[in-house]
Structures are given as structure tokens and as C-alpha cells.
């Protein structure tokens, strides 16, 4: 019976829309280099370079670019805050090292770390170490990072520290590393009234508590997204909380992707359903099929949020995984094969644009 509620709220949305319009730990993920991008300019941290600094050299990339301006980022780790600014689009972000550890780009500020100018708290968002308003924006074989240390700041509360906020349409993470803790990557839009898509492939995601969240339109293709214990032996955290809008049926998906964990098993859910202010209408839409996922994850793969917001009221399904933690039971609900046909990559991206990242390679 549950199976059935939430495969038909995916098909209703499905319709309403048409008929409307840790410090640096984690896996080696080699990657081939730049590749075909020819750099604009290069940043080096020994200064040997156009600059030494990523934000440096956004700033000097050309306003309303038409086409990608590349950066090529030397080996090195970057502590700094960078922001890539609306008037910037086609950025490109390149690491040259032959692994995307090789390139950090990290800080490491929370939701409560206080202002230097004393007017409060940076709040989640302003916790962001990179944050992305520039449309079509590229960034390939490197590392975003907030190392906010928990342990070492008992005095801070409220401990959202994010690695990377967009806000921009037509993003794509291509061999990228997300680090962080709690609300490690967050893929929202502009405003709820905007649509804005993200593609991550071959990415490596990591985090404890809803470390992947928004309202973006978001696809991650043959990714790991790994949870972080907590060392709890009940509850170390939750992988997504979507705020996807009531009107737009493509929130979260991930396909051909790894879950994994070091948590006890049964311990980590998949996610919850996130209500920005209580907002009624951000009806969050996640959907996992055709990956593998570990036994971190239980027979009720789905949270309720604080507040009363209930999972069953948002559209969370799976379809076809595989795995010690893809179990089948009446809290896990699937999609038929039919339904998963309308829930693919291309239906995810393309839009009105017919924007298709995910046939490019590199």
C-alpha cells in the first residue's frame, strides 16, 4: 500500500509539471588531468603561476563569458573562502594533479562561527567555503573541503558547515571530492521559483547529517556517497534532505552509484524530507535506483524531520539496487520499471534547454 502511494505522488507530480510547462580522508579518485580544457590562467600556491589564490583568479575571468574560461589549479591545498559571482558564468575549475586530493580548496567555518565583526553567526549558508552563482559553471578532478572540527568548538551549537553552496543552473562536478560533515553539499537555486540543475559524475561525496540537501535538481551518476559514523548505535545521520518544490518532479537522483558507511549497520537513513521555514509546498522528491548500498542502511530507509513533516508525504523511492542494505520491504518504497522509465538521467536535466552533460565526456 505504501509502494503505491509514493510511485503515484511521483506520477502526479510527473503530470502537474507537463500539463504546466573530516579532515581529508576518502577514496583515490584518478582522473585524467584537464584534458581538452587549454587553461586561461593558472594558480599556483608557491606563486609560480598568474596567481596564488582560486579567488584571485576568478576575479580576473572575464564578466558574461560566453564560453569556458579555465583555471588550472596546481597541486596544493588553498584555505581560503571562494565565490564564484553571477556575472561570471562558463567558470571552469580544473586540477592538474594526477588525483583529486591533489587540489584542496577548503575553510572551515560553521553555521555558528562568529563574524570577525562581531554581527553574528555566518549561518548555513554563509558557512559555505565555495559558493557558486555563476551559471554553467565546471569544475573537474579536485577537492572542496570544510574542515570545521566539531570536537574542537564544544562552544559552537549549531554545527552546519557546508563545502560547496550553488545556486546556479548548469553545474557540472566531473571526478570531484565534497567533504564536510554536517550539510556537506548544498545544491539549492536562486530562489524557490527557479529550477536550477547540477550533474556530478564520478564524484565522491562524504558527510553525517543531511550532507546532501536543497532544492536543486541534482543527478549523481557512478558516484560514492559515504556516511560518516557519528558513534551512535541508533542513528548516525542521514544522507539527503531534499526541499524540492511541490512543482517540480525532479529533486535528487542518484544511479550507478555506491553507498557506503563505516557505521554500524541499520544505523544511517537515506534521507528525510527538509521544510525550509516550514515551507509547505518544498515536498522533497529523491529517488536511488540501479546502485549499490551497504549495510548502514535498514529495513526503514526513510526519517521523518522535526516539526511533524512526515516521509511518507514526501516522494522518496528506489528502483532495482543491490546490496546487504537493499532490502525490500513495505518502508522502502519502488517504482515499477515503467514508472523508472520516466525518472532517467535525461528526464533529470534536460529541461526546456535540452541541456545534456551527461553525454559529454571527457
Request: hydrophobic share 40%; glycine share 10%.
Amino acid at each position: 500500500m505504501h509502494v503505491r502511494r509514493r510511485t503515484s505522488l511521483f506520477l502526479a507530480t510527473l503530470t502537474v509539471l507537463g500539463a504546466a510547462h573530516s579532515g581529508l580522508a576518502g577514496p583515490v579518485l584518478a582522473h585524467q588531468g584537464p584534458g581538452h580544457d587549454r587553461p586561461d590562467v593558472t594558480v599556483s600556491v608557491d606563486g609560480r603561476a598568474d596567481f596564488a589564490s582560486v579567488q584571485a583568479a576568478i576575479d580576473a575571468a572575464p564578466v558574461g563569458a560566453t564560453e569556458p574560461w579555465v583555471v588550472a589549479v596546481r597541486p596544493g591545498e588553498y584555505r581560503e573562502l571562494v565565490k564564484v559571482p553571477a556575472t561570471k558564468p562558463f567558470l571552469t575549475l580544473v586540477g592538474t594533479g594526477r588525483r583529486a586530493q591533489d587540489v584542496v580548496i577548503a575553510y572551515d567555518n560553521a553555521n555558528g562561527t562568529p563574524k570577525p565583526d562581531g554581527s553574528g553567526p555566518y549561518g548555513t549558508s554563509g558557512s559555505a567555503s565555495v559558493t557558486l552563482d555563476g551559471a554553467d559553471f565546471t569544475a573537474r578532478n579536485l577537492t572542496f573541503a570544510n574542515l570545521f572540527d566539531e570536537a574542537a568548538h564544544p562552544e559552537i551549537t549549531n554545527r552546519q558547515a557546508v563545502a560547496v553552496l550553488t545556486r546556479a543552473d548548469r553545474l557540472v562536478f566531473d571526478g570531484v571530492r565534497f567533504l564536510g560533515n554536517q550539510d556537506t553539499l548544498y545544491v539549492n537555486s536562486s530562489s524557490a521559483a527557479v529550477v536550477a540543475r547540477a550533474y556530478f559524475r564520478d564524484c565522491y561525496v562524504e558527510g553525517d547529517v543531511d550532507f546532501i540537501f536543497g532544492r536543486a535538481t541534482a543527478v549523481f551518476d557512478r558516484s560514492q556517497i559515504h556516511s560518516l559514523t557519528r558513534g551512535s548505535a541508533t542513528n548516525n545521520g542521514y544522507v539527503t534532505a531534499p526541499s524540492t518544490m511541490i512543482d517540480n518532479p525532479y529533486g535528487f537522483l542518484f544511479t550507478r552509484s555506491h553507498f557506503t558507511s563505516d557505521a554500524p549497520a541499520g544505523t544511517v537513513f537515506l534521507g528525510r524530507p527538509w521544510h525550509p521555514s516550514n515551507d509547505p509546498n518544498a515536498i522533497g522528491q529523491v529517488l536511488v535506483r540501479d546502485s549499490w548500498i551497504g549495510d548502514h542502511i535498514g529495513a526503514v530507509a526513510w526519517s521523518d524531520f522535526s516539526g511533524g513533516w512526515l516521509w511518507r508525504d514526501a516522494r522518496f523511492a528506489e528502483h532495482h539496487n543491490r546490496g546487504p542494505g537493499a532490502l525490500l520491504t513495505a518502508d522502502r518504497p519502488q517504482l515499477t520499471p515503467p514508472e523508472a522509465g520516466l525518472f532517467t538521467v535525461r528526464a533529470y536535466l534536460s529541461g526546456t534547454d535540452g541541456w545534456s552533460p551527461e553525454l559529454r565526456r571527457r
